[in-house]
């Protein structure tokens, strides 16, 4: 069987953990207790390797999220009749406003009712726990299956009665209009205590409540007003989503492995924190949905540096819990989307030196100052050592925000940043309470950095600013010189900057490519939908509203059906590639509109304080 389009795929989120469940009703992505824990269901990357079906057997169908939650509707119209089905991924009972995700119970919720007529359902549950490496021991139990294997035990409490054979239960039930049934998949590691039977009372109401768990945090955090409000607001529940609650991490993506090309190697595990994603994402959520938790993250970062008290570099990337150690693995077994192997379990780039991530971490706090006032004094001792880390190495060459895996670079998106690092933490120095020699310090490195950066990263045989020092390689990273500050976007080598990228690092679609030069690995990557944004941003910063737009509504329009974005677009298909959801994508999403609806309202006031708009305007004589 053919894999479905990544675009097919709607996200389910507890603040835990995610599922990814198909336009056909599979659930083809799980990975339980968090987000990076083995997949219950793998399918998504091995026919073999695990799914819940749960579908009516004829017909078509239309899905929704629900008014402000992540709570999937898919409406079914079969031949005899009409059906509602709804999923989510349970929420803590009581969860609101700030405790979103809260004691999630670890379970998924999937209602179906008749509205009118008859319809008939089928249902397939195919737990494989690790990746498909264990197929579990299914028996009848008391309101439902039990699926014991390995260290997982996993109950469906299901109002139907299914028949078991080789490690499935499957069966078809009928619904007449105004009949529903909720099914219910709990986890449970092997050794605790064994979950108990759900009666259907509970499980409509626990539904019930995760609805309005979602509602009651975007009724609290949602207030952005301006032009796609709505994909702005749903992007920020996507960024939510990809929040692991009980630290406050952010996850780059909910999968591992999805292709940058079909078939390729270019396949990454992205269910951890990368410092530079989880800034970028606080960064995004104050527009979005202000994020008021945004202490948590950077209290999760002071326990988590230990290395730096070391004198160490930064580490770039962490799991969700803290964990250093990253190493990547294949899986054999395991075939990957429409054949892209290998299947990675890890992600090596843990250990690689990117210096670019203390102006990213610094710039977050920066920007969300006011929500930081909860941090401690080891929180604050942390980003003084940041900028003090910068200061030190900034110099240096490493591998670039896009992670190459060659010899290092003195990219400019990494002196960029560290000039970041050097602008916002004099910008922080009373909070962090920086001595006269230390901000002294972080003035002339500042100062020098600068002068490198306009001496060695612009090229004008090319006409642009390049990937790195005295290379003649377009990057889309320098786009983030005028969006971070170092130059205006008026300036006119960022115009001209902004004219080469448009021209010849762009697809027939006006997408944008990160790069188009060598970078050690087999096959091509797609265009990316962050690089696009940042082009839409740039454009709005320099006050070209039109081409902003015209940019902008080019990425939007490869928003599946539900609002969701990939992390690249095949050139030649416009199919979606990569990690599906990805955060980079969604960040530029928000930081893109924002800066549109910032550009409008400043043409709106040059326009009202013009002289001529203030004259009456005389009536023609005929």
């Not at 439902?144 to 080789?166: C, E, K, T």
């Not at 209009?177 to 626990?206: K, N, Y």
């Not at 009980?246 to 390729?264: C, D, H, K, N």
């Not at 970028?280 to 948590?296: G, H, I, M, S, Y």
């Amino acid at each position: 069987m053919r894999a479905p389009p990544i675009s097919d795929y709607a996200l389910l989120s507890d603040c835990h953990s995610a599922l990814l469940v198909s336009r056909r009703g599979s659930v083809d992505w799980l990975c339980f207790p968090r987000f990076d824990s083995p997949a219950v269901f793998g399918r998504l990357l091995g026919a073999e390797a695990g799914h819940w079906v749960l579908r009516p057997v004829k017909g078509r169908s239309h899905r929704r999220y629900l008014e402000r939650t992540l709570v999937l509707e898919t409406l079914h119209h079969t031949p005899t009749g009409i059906a509602v089905q709804v999923e989510a991924l349970a929420l803590g009972r009581g969860n609101r406003e700030h405790e979103l995700g809260a004691h999630a119970p670890g379970m998924v919720l999937r209602r179906v009712m008749c509205v009118e007529g008859q319809v008939e359902f089928e249902t397939d549950f195919a737990p494989r726990p690790e990746y498909g490496l264990v197929h579990p021991l299914l028996r009848e139990v008391e309101g439902g299956v039990l699926a014991q294997g390995g260290a997982d035990r996993l109950r469906l409490s299901s109002p139907v009665r299914l028949r078991l054979a080789d490690c499935n239960a499957s069966g078809r039930f009928t619904l007449r209009a105004g009949e529903s049934v909720c099914f219910a998949l709990e986890h449970r590691t092997s050794w605790a205590p064994p979950s108990r039977a759900r009666s259907q009372q509970e499980l409509h109401a626990w539904l019930q409540d995760t609805v309005e768990g979602w509602r009651s945090w975007s009724d609290m955090h949602q207030n952005y007003e301006g032009p796609w409000r709505e994909l702005v607001h749903h992007s920020g529940r996507v960024l939510q989503a990809l929040t692991f609650q009980p630290t406050g991490a952010i996850v780059a993506a909910p999968t591992t492995s999805l292709p940058e090309s079909v078939g390729g190697e270019r396949n990454w595990d992205y269910r951890y924190t990368w410092l530079r994603d989880a800034s970028l994402t606080l960064e995004a959520l104050w527009v979005a949905a202000c994020p008021d938790e945004a202490w948590l993250f950077f209290d999760f970062l002071t326990s988590a540096m230990t290395q730096m008290r070391r004198g160490e570099d930064l580490q770039i990337m962490f799991g969700i819990g803290g964990e250093h150690d990253l190493s990547e693995r294949v899986l054999p077994h395991l075939p990957g989307w429409r054949g892209s192997w290998p299947v990675r379990v890890g992600n090596g780039a843990w250990s690689q030196r990117q210096l670019d991530v203390y102006g990213e971490v610094l710039a977050a706090a920066h920007r969300l100052e006011p929500q930081l006032e909860m941090l401690d004094a080891a929180g604050r001792r942390f980003l003084r050592t940041l900028a003090d880390s910068a200061a030190d190495r900034w110099a240096e060459p490493d591998q670039g925000i896009w992670e190459m895996r060659g010899a290092p670079r003195h990219h400019l998106y990494s002196k960029l940043m560290c000039w970041v690092a050097m602008d916002r933490a004099l910008a922080l120095k009373d909070m962090l309470g920086a001595d006269p020699e230390r901000v002294a310090r972080w003035k002339r490195v500042r100062r020098d950095i600068r002068a490198a950066i306009l001496e060695h990263g612009w090229n004008e045989e090319v006409g642009a600013f390049t990937q790195s020092f005295d290379s003649d390689v377009l990057d889309a990273s320098v786009l983030m010189m005028p969006i971070v500050g170092f130059l205006p976007a008026s300036d006119p080598r960022m115009r001209a900057t902004l004219d080469v990228i448009a021209s010849d690092l762009t697809d027939a679609r006006g997408l944008v490519y990160r790069y188009r030069a060598e970078d050690g690995l087999a096959g091509e990557e797609g265009t990316f939908f962050l690089c696009t944004f940042w082009l839409a941003q740039a454009y709005a910063l320099a006050d070209d509203v039109e081409r902003a737009r015209e940019t902008f509504t080019q990425a939007v329009e490869h928003v599946n059906d539900v609002g969701l974005l990939s992390e690249e677009v095949e050139p030649e298909s416009g199919e979606l590639l990569g990690n599906f959801p990805q955060a980079f994508s969604h960040i530029g999403l928000v930081n893109a509109a924002w800066a549109i609806a910032q550009a409008e309202e400043r043409r709106r006031w040059r326009l009202a304080s013009s002289p001529r708009a203030s004259r009456p305007v005389e009536r023609e004589h005929v």
